[in-house]
T-cell receptor
Framework: AQTVTQSQPEMSVQEAETVTLSCTYDTSESDYYLFWYKQPPSRQMILVIRQEAYKQQNATENRFSVNFQKAAKSFSLKISDSQLGDAAMYFCAGEGNNNDMRFGAGTRLTVKP | GAGVSQSPRYKVAKRGQDVALRCDPISGHVSLFWYQQALGQGPEFLTYFQNEAQLDKSGLPSDRFFAERPEGSVSTLKIQRTQQEDSAVYLC?????????????????FGSGTRLTVV
């Protein structure tokens, strides 16, 4: 079983600056996957980035990158050059061998112009 | 269709009323998932279908919740005798990949959900 914890209910960033969203998780499994999803007001969950636990290299997708610290069970998301369209709820999620994806409680990101 | 379509987008039900929520997955997607998202929370797993077979319903909160996918495409989540604690957004997601299996969640496409309010 996995648990996912997001300790930042809200975060704010100035446009064009960088922000980091925190996530910690707990699992007894050795093989798992971690995800960051974005949920705008339209409510649709959009995959931002994913990380396989067996990979040591941090995943990167354009302006989005993760800092995956396996020993510390930490999986933070860094958004560079923040844009107004990045404003949304961000959910960290983990998937184990049973593909039972668990989500954190979310972080609301505000981007200030 | 191009995406996962859910209807209705909003539903207001009186306590005790039965409701039916519809999900149209992406054509050809084998796996279909239902999630419940309470206000201010992350989505919680409800149930999973592989084609028409309901392989996991461990997340359904009570026997008032029932889901079906009779022809392996459209799915309906039914809630009987709704209660106020059922108020939430119900999200549907579909995937081309089978579950279990590594990366099954890679191809998740979510719908925009149905916001159910029980008054």
């Amino acid at each position: 079983a996995q648990t996912v914890t997001q300790s930042q209910p809200e975060m704010s960033v100035q446009e064009a600056e960088t922000v980091t969203l925190s996530c910690t998780y707990d699992t007894s499994e050795s093989d798992y996957y971690l995800f960051w999803y974005k949920q705008p007001p339209s409510r649709q969950m959009i995959l931002v980035i994913r990380q396989e636990a067996y990979k040591q290299q941090n995943a990167t997708e354009n302006r989005f990158s993760v800092n995956f610290q396996k020993a510390a069970k930490s999986f933070s998301l860094k958004i560079s050059d923040s844009q107004l369209g990045d404003a949304a709820m961000y959910f960290c999620a983990g998937e184990g061998n049973n593909n039972d994806m668990r989500f954190g409680a979310g972080t609301r990101l505000t981007v200030k112009p | 269709g191009a995406g996962v379509s859910q209807s209705p987008r909003y539903k207001v039900a009186k306590r005790g009323q039965d409701v039916a929520l519809r999900c149209d997955p992406i054509s050809g997607h084998v796996s279909l998932f239902w999630y419940q998202q309470a206000l201010g929370q992350g989505p919680e797993f409800l149930t999973y279908f592989q084609n028409e077979a309901q392989l996991d319903k461990s997340g359904l909160p009570s026997d008032r919740f029932f889901a079906e996918r009779p022809e392996g495409s459209v799915s309906t989540l039914k809630i009987q005798r709704t209660q106020q604690e059922d108020s939430a957004v119900y999200l549907c997601a579909s995937s081309l990949a089978l579950r279990p299996g590594p990366g099954a969640n890679y191809g998740y496409t979510f719908g925009s959900g149905t916001r159910l309010t029980v008054v």
